[in-house]
């Protein structure tokens, strides 16, 4: 049986999975910002604030940064549909909260598709690299809400 699909667009006329064809778009300034928040156990979160949020490995937001960066840059290569994409700008905010680290990645280009995958992928590897950094404190820690917060430069903007 075959299913006509006007709404999924990595879904063709029978239904299978492939590359949205972009080539007649226009290229235009795209962003996206997502993010992600981690939640420690009470005792792993006083032990990161004492120790200055570092640990034998490292200063876990300034490393969760850079695993972040190197993500942005590398999700074609992880999401089977998505585009490669010129990265021109790629930026993080990690931000201690009473029990947990908030991250946020803002993502820029100029294509004919958007980066909210770009956003989200770098959102996401930030927080699994706090909990590879901070995983000898205890296997409580939770990665939370990893959403999209806002996208702009497509045919539709959005904004949670």
């Excluded at 927080?127 to 806002?150: N, P």
């Amino acid at each position: 049986m075959e299913i006509a699909n006007t709404t999924l667009t990595h879904l063709d006329e029978h239904a299978q999975p492939g590359l949205v064809d972009v080539s007649a778009k226009q290229p235009t300034v795209r962003q996206a910002e997502a993010e992600a928040f981690v939640r420690f156990e009470p005792d792993a979160w006083t032990t990161l604030a004492q120790a200055g949020f570092a640990t034998s490995k490292g200063p876990i937001s300034e490393v969760a940064r850079v695993a972040g960066t190197m993500a942005v840059k590398q999700t074609a290569q992880w999401i089977p549909f998505c585009h490669p994409l010129p990265i021109d700008g790629c930026e993080f905010d990690l931000t201690p909260e009473a029990d947990g680290m908030r991250i946020r990645c803002r993502v820029s280009t100029t294509a004919r598709t958007g980066v909210e995958m770009e956003a989200l992928t770098g959102a996401s590897t930030a927080a699994l690299t706090l909990y590879d950094m901070t995983k000898s404190l205890g296997h409580g820690t939770e990665i939370l809400h990893i959403r999209l917060l806002s996208k702009s430069g497509g045919k539709s903007d959005f904004t949670a």
